[in-house]
């Protein structure tokens, strides 16, 4: 086993010929490593179609109760969580003098780190690269070349649109989230569960957490990554549509609340009926609330789940 095996890239060599000289035997090495940038780059090149690559993601509400929207999933911040502020602020610092150096030259970590935060307070929003531009004082190229390192390095998801078959006049840019709520929440500077609450930027953190955990399944098991999101130029939207194997596709909708009502419903039955058989599920994800209720049905054929509910349904195979 070797840990941060970016930093000594020369062995990979070696283990190549040791691999090649008996490649039935499988699983000898292991090789972990905090700079995925530097780490792919020395994996792939000298031991191409050799590894089986994992990313190790925060950690899911499936595995820890820890987990919440304040927090995150990082585990340091959830081992020691009135220290969150200090680990989140050196995690950055780390990230911005490390991993961005080892991707590109970006010359203006200030302006960088601006940028960091105002990308925070479009999380969950369509992505506009001149608006993000424009502010800062950077052109949209630049804004690419950051949007990219974010994605690369696993700060960032990005969400495109669904829409395959469907004869309408749709949103086709694609929607941004930061992959950690806690993250997320730092940036924006919300420092309490009281803050959070109060927040205007309480339901797309939510809706954010829910996409994280689809990502995360979708990774630990092994799966591709398929996540969309659907809005069209009447209004018609719904936040998520996943396709599952041999189960049609789920159309999700995200509500931070704990109370669901009736009206929540209407997007994703208007939508049903564009899609027609191909959607199999209808759920509304929302806010945990004290109730024991295991799942209840909000109209016909449209369920509501809260988030831990909903990972479960997910991670068994519902």
Known sequence: MFDEIQNAPELLSYVRTLVDAAPRRMGQWLFTGSQEAPLMQGITEPMAGRPAILQLLPFSVSETPKVNMLHGGFPEVLARPKSRGLWFAS????????????????????????????????????????????PLGVSVPTIS???????????????????????????????????????????????????????????????????????????NQGARKELYYFRDQQGLEADFLMPRP?????????????????????????????????????IIVHGKSRSTLATKAVTDGVEALDLEQFVADLIHGH
Not at 94 to 109: F, G, K, P
Not at 179 to 193: F, K, N, R, V, W
Not at 255 to 272: C, D, E, F
């Open 91 to 134: 995690y950055l610092q780390t990230y911005l003098e490390r991993d961005v150096r080892a991707i590109t030259s970006v010359r203006d970590l200030v302006t960088f780190r601006r940028f960091l935060a105002m990308l925070a307070s479009r999380h969950g929003q369509i992505l506009n690269k001149t608006d993000l531009a424009a």
């Open 145 to 219: 070349e950051w949007l990219h390192i974010l994605e690369v390095t696993g700060q960032v998801m990005v969400v495109p649109p669904y829409f395959e078959n469907l004869a309408k006049r749709l949103i086709k840019s694609r929607k941004i989230y930061w992959g950690d709520s806690g993250l997320a929440c730092y940036l924006l500077g919300i420092t309490s569960e009281a803050e959070l609450q109060r927040s205007p930027f309480l339901g797309q953190l939510f809706e954010g957490s829910v996409a994280a955990e689809i990502l995360k399944i979708q990774a």
């Open 246 to 282: 041999n189960a049609g596709i789920w159309l999700i909708e995200c509500i931070a609340g704990k109370t669901v009502r009736l009206p929540m419903a209407a997007p994703l039955l208007s939508l049903r009926r564009a899609l027609g058989n191909r959607s199999k599920r209808l």
